[in-house]
Each structure stands twice: as structure tokens, then as C-alpha cells.
């Protein structure tokens, strides 16, 4: 079972953001993956939660809480740690491969560790700036996609690669 992780801003995502990570959740589930996302019930986590449920899929959310108050209602099995932001760290070591659909503070964080522990990391709905910034970080695990059908097609790419064998 592929677990892919949708990464992006809550409280500050952009309604382009949230359209995409709808997309991007609805996808995820047609493919036959499971989506990881932070489980709130705000931005890019509820509504990619939201496009995963519609596509019949199952859904993970990594709750920053010690409860389940501020959960998005298209979350399936949701892991409650009382760990505020550290939580990120588990969102990126759970997920095969990780979407980031647009950019945050949290975000970043969550791109970052995701260099740090060698995960592909897909950059979609971020600026150039953004794009050129964590490229150089690292040339060999961060790519670039212009749309939620080729996000999905280097998510394939990445788990037929030598990395995940």
C-alpha cells in the first residue's frame, strides 16, 4: 500500500490551492493510494481529504492536537500526537512520496525534512522562487509539476524508482 502525503498551508491557502489539492486527493484515490495529509479540516489537508473521500479512497491525518476537535470530516484513520508542528516530521517519514500544493511556513518545514530524509518531494502550485530555492537543495529528490496529471505521473515515476525497492 503507496501512502502519498499532501503537504500545504491551512488557514493561509489560497482557493487555487485548495482546487488543486481536490484535484490532486481525488486522483490519489483513483490511482489506489492512500492519502496522508495533516488532518485538519482547513486549506489543502481538508480539501484534498475532501477530493480523496469523493474518489471512494482512504485517508490518513496526522493530527497536530490532542484531540480530534479540529479534524477534517473526510479523514479516515487520524493519528492524534499532541506534538503541535513536530508532527510534520511524522507526515514526511509516513509518506512514500510527498506533494507539497502550495507553500506555508508548515510547508516549507515539511519539504525540508523531506530533503533531510531522502523522500521525493513534488512541487505543485508554488512559485519560482519556491521551486528554484528547494531545487537546489537538492537537484535529485525535488521535482517541479505544472499540473495535478503530471504530479501524479512523477509520483508513478518515483515509486518504480531504485530508491523505494
Avoid at 19 to 41: C, E, F, M, S
Avoid at 107 to 122: H, N, Q
Wanted: contains cysteine.
Amino acid at each position: 500500500m503507496q501512502i502519498i502525503g499532501v503537504m500545504g498551508p491551512g488557514e493561509q491557502a489560497t482557493v487555487s490551492d485548495q482546487q488543486v489539492a481536490y484535484d490532486l486527493g481525488y486522483q490519489i484515490a483513483q490511482t489506489g493510494w492512500v492519502l496522508l495529509t495533516g488532518g485538519r479540516n482547513t486549506g489543502v489537508m481538508d480539501a484534498a481529504s475532501r477530493g480523496a473521500k469523493a474518489a471512494g479512497g482512504l485517508t490518513i491525518g496526522i493530527l497536530p492536537t490532542h484531540d480530534r476537535r479540529n479534524m477534517s470530516d473526510a479523514v479516515d484513520l487520524a493519528i492524534v500526537t499532541d506534538l503541535g508542528n513536530a508532527r510534520n516530521n511524522i507526515n514526511v517519514l509516513s509518506s512514500d512520496v510527498v506533494i507539497a500544493c502550495g507553500m506555508g511556513v508548515g510547508t516549507t518545514s515539511e519539504i525540508a525534512l523531506a530533503i533531510k530524509a531522502g523522500k521525493p518531494v513534488i512541487l505543485l502550485n508554488t512559485s519560482l522562487e519556491f521551486q528554484q530555492f528547494f531545487r537546489h537543495l537538492s537537484h535529485q529528490s525535488v521535482f517541479v509539476a505544472e499540473s495535478v496529471t503530471a504530479a501524479i505521473s512523477i509520483v508513478q515515476q518515483q515509486l518504480n524508482s531504485d530508491w523505494q525497492k
